[in-house]
């Protein structure tokens, strides 16, 4: 570390009226020095750059009329002065009350003047600190008078610390039950030989109380129970300012409101007294209509090898998603989000099966449950994948409600009515093109520890889910799907930059055979979410003599990821993913070997607002030869799990 800090500043002499008589309408050159011992600038080494380190030189004050010219040696004195009694206030106001400001002014055989100013910081001052609290007994003022001492021994005497301790003991108050406590005395003493200052501090507590009823003022068509059931406090229980700012963001972050307040109601005048120690509570909120309209482009790369060899569509499609979406977070209908979604993938021109989707989905908070919300769904979508070239319409419905903070539950009810024209080893020798529908009741249990829902960096999260599905028009009546999928992300330092996160996810079909589980029921592996080095649904054996994937009826896959943060808008990635499809043994033809399918790659992530934009490049091990793409490079919205 240096020990001193040298700042020159070279300006131009002019007019000098000779050695005998005052120089008059002169400038100066000024050479300042700062010596370290253990000064502000020691703790911003490690923070700032040294061009930050001659911003904060420079507001001292002690150059600040330098570039004007001086018209006696008696007025450059009186400049100096002045200005270094400002860099003693400053010095003062960070705890250096022993610094020392010296200068000397010099005039060479030319007659350039010259002034040196040497500035000695010294050592910052401890804080010695005692409090006294006036309308409470010996006892209480023993306990947290010690509690408080031990608190703050290693502060420092600068004017900001010195006011952080007075808040936080008024903050420490605020959460045992006074919801009003006043400072009425804040002494420093200065004891410049042993280098401490002493803060005294007389503190009236005020009355101590439990929360009271709660007054809900609102606009109309918010529903107040929906306000209600976001406080954090019951009546009756002791005043706690942490439940109040808590309650606070809970309400802001439902995205309803554009302010809210909380404070207790003082008693009238009529009623000065607090009646069995019950202070009401106020909440005041106001309405926040946001209307956000989105479009993007997006490029996702291999994804879908066409199954007709006559189709005008070749193998290796690459494919690129617009999509728009229009957003209405709506405070006066309990909140809405209506969300629309179009989605195209345009192919060659002689391709008259293009994919492309609509989807239109409703969410509304309800407002009998903390945090819990019904979502309405409907879309009608058109796709052309490996396997097979499907047409789908469905309507859903889904209601999530919480267990606790972490823990939260799932039910819901889907209609679809299907088309599905695939290869025709898939259907026995029969007519290729088949239609189906499906009615399915989904249900789920989450419990989620992650810090973050796109971009997060620490905790795990574990989904189970079931779905039962009634299918008419198909080979079978029902099938029964599962799932379980774990996540966890391991920081590797305090400042979260390199994160280790981790991915196993298990699916199945229980019952009915794999020839009898329509193609676009079946689970495949690969993908932008799946192994990534890959294209949609082609990291699953291939059906000999068909060019096409099986599918299956059980999938185990797993990723694994080491995520740089390298400054505060760009990171990047190294990954690892493997899969495996089983349980789709066939009455009627063979399939490839089973084995695993692994990818390795890398990427790069730019951090926005609402969560980081992805770039990955994937490159497949054991690549089939004319099958798989020798590199996937992929896009999307927040990280890959």
């Excluded at 610094?99 to 401890?126: G, S, W």
């Excluded at 502060?155 to 006074?178: C, H, P, Q, W």
């Amino acid at each position: 570390m240096l020990r001193f800090l040298s700042l020159i500043f070279v300006l131009s002499a002019v007019d000098v009226f000779g050695k005998d008589v005052e120089l008059r309408d002169f400038f100066y050159t000024v050479e300042l020095s700062i010596n370290k011992e253990s000064s502000v600038f020691d703790e911003m080494a490690e923070l700032i750059s040294e061009s930050e380190i001659r911003s904060e030189v420079k507001k001292l004050a002690v150059f600040s009329l330098q570039d004007k010219p001086v018209s006696s040696m008696t007025a450059l004195n009186d400049r100096l002065n002045r200005d270094i009694k400002t860099i003693n206030k400053n010095l003062h106001i960070h705890g250096y009350y022993n610094a020392k400001v010296k200068y000397d002014i010099r005039t060479d055989e030319e007659d350039l003047v010259q002034v040196f100013v040497n500035v000695d910081t010294r050592n910052k001052f401890a804080l010695n600190f005692s409090v006294k609290f006036a309308d409470q007994g010996e006892k209480f003022n023993r306990h947290y008078s010690e509690l408080l001492k031990g608190k703050f021994k290693s502060s420092k005497a600068s004017m900001s610390e010195i006011r952080s301790v007075i808040d936080e003991t008024l903050y420490l108050l605020k959460n045992i039950g006074f919801y009003k406590p006043q400072a009425t005395k804040k002494k420093v003493s200065i004891d410049y030989e042993n280098e401490i200052a002493s803060l005294d501090l007389e503190i009236v507590c005020g009355e101590n109380v439990n929360f009271g009823e709660t007054e809900i003022v609102s606009f109309e068509g918010i529903d107040e129970q929906f306000i209600r059931n976001r406080l954090k406090w019951n009546r009756g229980e002791i005043f706690n300012i942490d439940k109040v700012n808590s309650s606070i963001s809970d309400l802001k972050n439902t995205q309803i409101f554009s302010q809210v307040e909380i404070e207790p109601v003082e008693p009238t005048l009529q009623n000065n007294s607090l009646r069995g120690k019950l202070i009401p509570m106020c909440v005041k909120v106001e309405e926040d209509k946001k209307h956000m309209l989105d479009i993007g482009l997006m490029y996702k790369g291999v994804q879908n090898m066409n199954f007709k060899k006559e189709s005008q569509a070749k193998k290796g499609v690459k494919s690129v998603v617009a999509r728009a979406s229009w957003t209405r977070l709506n405070a006066f209908g309990n909140g809405e989000k209506l969300i629309f979604n179009a989605e195209g993938t345009p192919m060659r021109t002689s391709e008259k099966r293009v994919d492309y989707a609509f989807e239109a989905i409703l969410t509304q908070p309800d407002v009998f449950t903390k945090n819990a919300s019904m979502e309405y769904g409907i879309s009608h979508r058109q796709e052309l994948t490996n396997v097979f070239f499907k047409k789908n319409e469905s309507v859903d419905l889904k209601y999530t409600f919480p267990l606790s903070d972490i823990l939260f539950a799932g039910v819901g009810a889907m209609m679809e009515d299907n088309y599905v024209d695939s290869n025709q080893i898939f259907f026995s020798g029969r007519d290729v093109s088949h239609y189906y529908k499906a009615q399915a009741v989904p249900v789920s249990l989450t419990w989620d520890q992650t810090d973050s829902l796109l971009n997060p960096t620490s905790g795990f999260k574990f989904t189970g889910k079931g779905t039962w599905m009634r299918l008419s028009g198909a080979e079978v009546n029902s099938l029964k799907f599962y799932s379980f999928d774990f996540s966890s992300n391991h920081p590797l330092d305090k400042l979260k930059k390199n994160v280790l996160a981790f991915r196993i996810c298990k699916k199945g079909i229980f019952s009915a055979d794999i020839d009898r589980i329509p193609v676009d029921k079946r689970l495949y592996a690969g993908g932008i979410n799946s192994v990534r080095g890959y294209a949609n649904q082609m990291a699953t054996e291939l059906v000999k003599g068909a060019e096409v994937t099986m599918g299956g009826k059980s999938l185990l896959e797993f990723s694994t990821e080491y995520r740089r943060k390298i400054n505060q808008d760009w990171g990047a990635i190294a990954f690892f993913d493997g899969a495996k499809v089983y349980n789709n043994k066939s009455k009627y033809f063979e399939i490839e070997k089973k084995r695993w399918f692994f990818s390795i790659g890398v990427g790069m992530r730019y951090y926005t607002g609402i969560g980081p934009i992805r770039i990955d490049f994937a490159f497949p091990l054991h690549r089939r030869k004319g099958v798989d793409s020798k590199m996937q490079f992929v896009m999307g919205l927040g990280q890959s799990f």
